[in-house]
């Protein structure tokens, strides 16, 4: 299992258009994905699923992926949330 914690940073948190761009990427990948906040994990493939964290700005959630292309998945992930989900 690879996993990466990084901080939400652009304004409006983890809202329809990010948590569909994580689940486009993610579904590219083989690998299982999930997104953790506060002890409860979203799939990382489901858009729905990422919306129920109510993730907000300054929230840390945790990307984890396990399968054969898990390193790949979960720098493309992080990178999206990094980049502010290209908001700003």
């Avoid at 992926?65 to 979960?74: C, K, L, M, N, S």
């Amino acid at each position: 299992m690879v996993q990466q914690e990084v901080e939400i940073t652009n304004k409006i948190g983890l809202h329809v258009r990010p948590a569909s761009m994580l689940v486009e990427t993610a579904s590219k990948f083989k690998s299982d994905i999930w997104i953790e906040k506060d002890g409860q994990e979203a799939n990382g493939k489901s858009t729905m699923s990422l919306l129920l964290l109510s993730a907000q700005k300054g929230s840390k959630i945790n990307v984890k992926a396990e399968g054969p292309d898990a390193a790949e998945a979960v720098q493309a992930l992080v990178k999206i949330v990094k980049d502010k989900f290209g908001e700003e």
